[in-house]
């Protein structure tokens, strides 16, 4: 076993500490890597609190993880030492139910093993992720950077932000002569934005706060809507083939209902801890609406989505934190007061005093 060091939450109302605990030894199909860079989601602090109701304790939450390989199993074919790798939400499924086979993994039938909060496959034990200073991960889900290594900070929140917004993207068609709309410019919003200009849709950012509106424009959006304007949003009515809503809390969907065409969807990716207001159903039918769902993507489509960031130049725009502020960013990120996405440079955690 190879000892090692995160921070973990003991409780649902403890704040995150320094934790130790031990990953396994390398299998023969299985990759070491060295964890250089770690982005933070809501998902970490939901789980962290328990606010799904779900949650192993202890949990050590992070799965946007960059790192560096320092060894592998001798059946690895794909990485060797020194390659820079990523891990994702996923570090394994059932691997042969339907979805699987389809290289769908996030939708496993019995359920994929999340990075952290388990169950691990077949034991059911509780997974440990990336606020940590190593991990081993089956070759299968790991992925691989291209990126330079001055980007790699910038990266980490490409494994989830830049996934759960390509999928949909890539799933619905958004492109050229399509009129995409991104609900909220947060972690997954900017991504996005970004994602969706790159695609080469015509790009509308949906927000509540005016003052966001020069970012956005920054980032690719064509247009911004500020969605509290019923003259703003009335002026964009049956008008759009495609919105992706990443607002992780309740809010009304009618509204934005109201603005796709007939065929158009809306697709939710943000995750709220309580349930948004129920839609009108007179909304969806006089104009064949779908209102649908979206999680993450499958490891082929993720590298699909890597590949594609680096071939554009895409990477998150991040706020570099050490890990002992890990508290005080969730506060902050409660508070909307980043942008876009906090990344915890695990060399602060390396330098920390054994405990």
Same mark, same amino acid.
């Not at 070491?32 to 962290?48: M, N, P």
């Not at 089956?138 to 980490?156: M, P, Q």
């Not at 950012?205 to 500020?226: C, H, M, N, Q, Y």
């Not at 759009?240 to 796709?260: M, N, S």
């Given at each position: 076993m190879i000892p090692t060091r995160g921070y973990a939450a003991v409780s649902a109302s403890s704040p995150l !500490?320094?934790?130790? #605990?031990? !990953? !396994?030894?390398p299998g023969p199909n299985d990759v070491q890597i060295e964890i250089l860079y770690c982005g933070v989601r809501h998902s970490d602090l939901h789980t962290a609190r328990n606010e799904w109701q779900n949650t192993l304790y202890p949990s050590v939450p992070g799965h946007e993880i960059v790192g560096r390989v320092v060894a592998t199993g001798a059946l690895v074919t794909r990485f060797r030492a020194g390659d820079l790798a990523g891990v994702g939400c996923m570090v394994d499924s059932c691997r042969r139910c339907g979805a699987c086979l389809e290289g769908l993994e996030?939708?496993?039938?019995?359920? #994929?093993?999340?990075?952290?909060?388990?169950? &691990?496959?077949g034991t059911g034990a509780n997974t440990y992720g990336g606020y940590a &200073? @190593?991990?081993?991960? $089956? &070759?299968? #889900?790991?992925? !691989?950077?291209?990126?330079?290594l001055e980007h790699l900070s910038a990266v980490a929140?490409?494994?989830?932000?830049?996934?759960?917004?390509? @999928?949909?993207?890539?799933?619905?068609?958004?492109?050229?002569?399509?009129?995409?709309?991104i609900v909220g410019l947060g972690g997954l919003g900017h991504m996005g934005v970004k994602i969706a200009h790159a695609l080469g849709a015509q790009v509308v950012l949906f927000t509540t706060s005016p003052g966001k509106s020069e970012d956005a424009r920054r980032l690719g959006a064509d247009e911004v809507i500020v969605s509290r304007e019923p003259e703003q949003m009335a002026a964009h009515a049956d008008s759009f $083939?495609?919105?992706? $809503?990443?607002v992780a809390a309740p809010h009304d969907l009618d509204a934005l209902l109201l603005t796709l065409r007939r065929d158009g969807t809306l697709v939710l990716v943000g995750a709220p801890p309580t349930p948004h207001p129920s839609p009108q159903v007179f909304n969806l039918i006089f104009r064949r609406r779908r209102l649908a769902g979206s999680l993450i993507g499958g490891?082929? &489509?993720?590298?699909?989505?890597? $590949? #594609?960031?680096g071939q554009h130049g895409l990477t998150a725009d991040i706020e570099m934190i050490r890990m002992d502020q890990i508290n005080e960013a969730y506060e902050r990120m409660l508070r909307s007061d980043v942008k876009y996405r906090f990344v915890i440079d695990m060399a602060s955690l390396r330098e920390q005093p054994a405990a």
């Amino acid at each position: 076993m190879i000892p090692t060091r995160g921070y973990a939450a003991v409780s649902a109302s403890s704040p995150l !500490r320094l934790f130790g #605990f031990e !990953r !396994r030894d390398p299998g023969p199909n299985d990759v070491q890597i060295e964890i250089l860079y770690c982005g933070v989601r809501h998902s970490d602090l939901h789980t962290a609190r328990n606010e799904w109701q779900n949650t192993l304790y202890p949990s050590v939450p992070g799965h946007e993880i960059v790192g560096r390989v320092v060894a592998t199993g001798a059946l690895v074919t794909r990485f060797r030492a020194g390659d820079l790798a990523g891990v994702g939400c996923m570090v394994d499924s059932c691997r042969r139910c339907g979805a699987c086979l389809e290289g769908l993994e996030q939708y496993c039938e019995p359920g #994929f093993t999340g990075t952290y909060n388990g169950p &691990e496959q077949g034991t059911g034990a509780n997974t440990y992720g990336g606020y940590a &200073e @190593s991990i081993v991960v $089956d &070759e299968a #889900f790991v992925l !691989r950077v291209t990126h330079g290594l001055e980007h790699l900070s910038a990266v980490a929140p490409l494994m989830c932000a830049g996934i759960t917004t390509y @999928s949909p993207l890539r799933q619905w068609g958004a492109g050229p002569g399509k009129k995409v709309g991104i609900v909220g410019l947060g972690g997954l919003g900017h991504m996005g934005v970004k994602i969706a200009h790159a695609l080469g849709a015509q790009v509308v950012l949906f927000t509540t706060s005016p003052g966001k509106s020069e970012d956005a424009r920054r980032l690719g959006a064509d247009e911004v809507i500020v969605s509290r304007e019923p003259e703003q949003m009335a002026a964009h009515a049956d008008s759009f $083939d495609l919105i992706v $809503d990443t607002v992780a809390a309740p809010h009304d969907l009618d509204a934005l209902l109201l603005t796709l065409r007939r065929d158009g969807t809306l697709v939710l990716v943000g995750a709220p801890p309580t349930p948004h207001p129920s839609p009108q159903v007179f909304n969806l039918i006089f104009r064949r609406r779908r209102l649908a769902g979206s999680l993450i993507g499958g490891i082929a &489509e993720t590298q699909e989505m890597l $590949d #594609f960031c680096g071939q554009h130049g895409l990477t998150a725009d991040i706020e570099m934190i050490r890990m002992d502020q890990i508290n005080e960013a969730y506060e902050r990120m409660l508070r909307s007061d980043v942008k876009y996405r906090f990344v915890i440079d695990m060399a602060s955690l390396r330098e920390q005093p054994a405990a």
